[in-house]
């Protein structure tokens, strides 16, 4: 199995945007023990588009593309398809009625060049698009497998998982199998992940041990190659075991899981709600807590107080406590998430304050800021932190932090 | 100038790291007027490397690699295309000199291994390396311009800048320039704005016009090709006059602009003040309005009324109504956003209430939002919109309506 993978896009090779799909599909298609030998991106362009695909054919035995599925007259990828296939285009009445209720369910008249979107390559298996109009689709001619994919990731990535890799599973004997696993740690920086440990990277053979860093956290990816998949699966737990040992206080999830969604079920467990007061922040710890489903058994709301005037109109700040200690403090942090938890009626506040910058603020540098968390009838904890980044950096970094420290002490409250 | 971008790294193929060079390179090159046909990302194989070079031979008079320079065993790229052209590999002096004062800093030995990275192509010109040990190299052989460059984004983007593009420059005649300009559209889908603009799309060819569509806008790419910038300029200016004259309506701005930068321009030229009440948003609007630098001139701060118990205790919805009507109403909407701008004292107040999903809510589904503003001495709007796509596609669609009704009436308002 070689697989080649193919995007379709002028705005790719403008380099209007980072082509993420053949990431993603490399990943994936490692996972299932298929080889990855070429990444090819071509332009909105048949003619090229054509000699991209004649050169896969030589070298590869899956192409998977991406792009080009769209309405509009730029996306050629299934027509180029169907005429070097010498397959009609034929349209897909399950997809054609989907687009058809996407339009009426946002009250827009459907114009005509959106019924191309329901066209597929007779013959093919279509793979449904859950999350746009423009359905995939999948068919082997002489041996070689080729596999159309929307370009937009949100569509692209959903319908591979759900029904691009059973097909694959379908049609190939995938034998030989690589198993992941996911690390993700807060509260520590990769360097000092990688020193932690130094000695288990370099005799790392399988599984592998992959640390990555982004948005203030830091993953280590263990990826195990074993014919057997519940083999593969205990060396992950072995290489687990010995990493946690060493650096467990910092690790708070395994693969999607996010400070948010695990902040989510530990309140659920408990039966608890959350009310947040965000200074610096600016509703950035509620948004991404409410982008949680589910998240109205355990989000009460919370008050964006970005200015003095709100602190104390809505929260209750004593005028004098911002004149002397100022909004950037502790005592300002307790009184916050005291008052929203109350406000909201709510088990949890929290409350985060601080200087996000570009600007310092009441003299304090940008980075500065106070998290405080009041939780009912066990009094309130405040930590101040010093975060570095810019502005968006240190914003996200806060409200992770909120959830890492309130994390903390639901565990030390068992 | 037909230029392909070779990316060599197994790391690409496994989805370990996304080919950020491609896109780096793909700019830069637009820039300098020379079209990008392909890009393609091969592993740190030397035979199917060879392949890739021979296709690119056949259709790019410029091929750009990155990565494989480096000392090990599996950086091939220089021997590759060596053995290629039938040249020879010889010691670079100066950058085995730069490489072996690199190891005297680090105080490390420097295995020999390492002068690997000091041999370059006979007859190349030398690009010097200022942020790692591997230089870059460039030659022209049977008019075809092969250009090395480090893998590394740090080490490869300031050689590119510094050393890259005089080389090119200096080696090609760069007449024709490349401008370009984005135009943003929100409210109308892609395939609507292409039929309004069909005709326009058809007849394109300098400038080129490609719509783009994500998180529930859609832009316009237009590319002028000029050798005069002034001219090219102006063959923008023309094809934009001709677009806004049919869906003008529909556009908020340029480039990078953002409807959230727009909102928070628009409110500072009049000094006005917002606040915000968010149910289905949780937050999201006055985030991403709070991410906006200098957002505390116009962002008053808001409460996130996720629950009925807060739209009542903090923003005094009467209970009645929301017996009545329900939170998801055109009534609810018009008092959250007079009840949160008095209650945080701001010019305007906007709300958000409605179905994010995945289920319904009050027998609305999924994707019915109500969007209330209320401005000072100039009474209360609410709009009913329908939604389509996932929950968090809702979230943001929902956000952004918002500026873009704000914007709507405040262009009115004039």
């Known amino acids: 199995m070689n697989a080649e993978i193919i995007a379709v896009g002028s705005e790719l090779l403008l380099g209007q945007i980072v082509n993420t799909n053949a990431q993603f599909l490399s990943q994936q298609l490692a996972a299932l023990g298929i080889n990855v030998y070429f990444q090819t991106v071509v332009g909105d362009n048949a003619g090229r588009l054509e000699q991209a695909v004649k050169t896969a054919q030589t070298r590869a035995n899956l192409i998977i593309f991406t792009g080009g599925l769209g309405p509009t007259k730029d996306d050629v990828t299934k027509e180029t398809i169907a005429r070097l296939l010498g397959r009609r285009l034929v349209i897909d009445e399950e997809a054609l009625r989907a687009i058809e209720a996407y339009f009426a369910r946002a009250n827009r008249p459907m114009t005509d060049n959106n019924k191309k979107q329901a066209l597929v390559l007779e013959g093919a298996t279509v793979l449904k698009n859950e999350n ?205 998430a005291e008052n929203v938890r109350s406000l909201c009626g709510a088990d949890v506040g929290i409350s985060l304050t601080g200087v996000a910058g570009p600007d310092p603020l009441e003299g304090h540098p940008p980075g500065t800021v106070y998290i405080g968390i009041a939780m009912r009838e066990r009094g309130t904890a405040v930590r101040r932190l010093t975060l570095s980044g810019t502005r968006g950096d240190i914003r996200i970094r806060a409200a992770k932090y909120g959830c890492f420290l309130l994390l903390e002490l639901l565990a030390a409250d068992r």
Chains 1, 2 share one sequence.
């Open 132 to 336: 746009g109009m423009a359905p995939g689709m999948a068919l082997t001619v002489a041996g070689i497998t080729y596999m159309l994919l929307p370009g937009p990731p949100k569509e692209m990535r959903p319908m591979f998982t759900r029904y691009g890799i059973p097909f694959l599973r379908a049609a190939f004997p995938l034998s030989g199998r690589i198993e992941s696993r996911v690390l993700r740690f807060f509260g520590i920086g990769e360097a000092a992940l990688e020193t932690a440990l130094a000695d288990l990277i370099d005799a790392q053979s399988n599984p592998t041990i992959a640390p990555l860093a982004g948005d203030g956290e830091v993953t280590l990816r263990l990826t195990a190659k074993h014919r057997d998949a519940a083999e593969a699966q205990r060396l992950l737990d072995e290489a687990e075991a010995a990493i946690l040992a060493r650096v467990g206080r910092y690790c708070y999830g395994y693969d999607d899981e996010t400070l948010f969604t695990k902040t989510s079920e530990r309140l659920k467990e408990r039966g608890w709600t959350i009310a947040a007061a965000e200074s610096l922040t600016g509703g950035l710890f509620l948004e991404q807590l409410t982008a949680v489903p589910g998240a109205s058994r355990i989000v009460q709301g919370g008050v964006v107080c970005y200015t003095n005037g709100v602190k104390q109109q809505v929260l209750g700040v004593p005028r004098p406590l911002l004149e002397t200690d100022g909004a950037v403090s502790e005592s300002c942090a307790r009184v916050l």
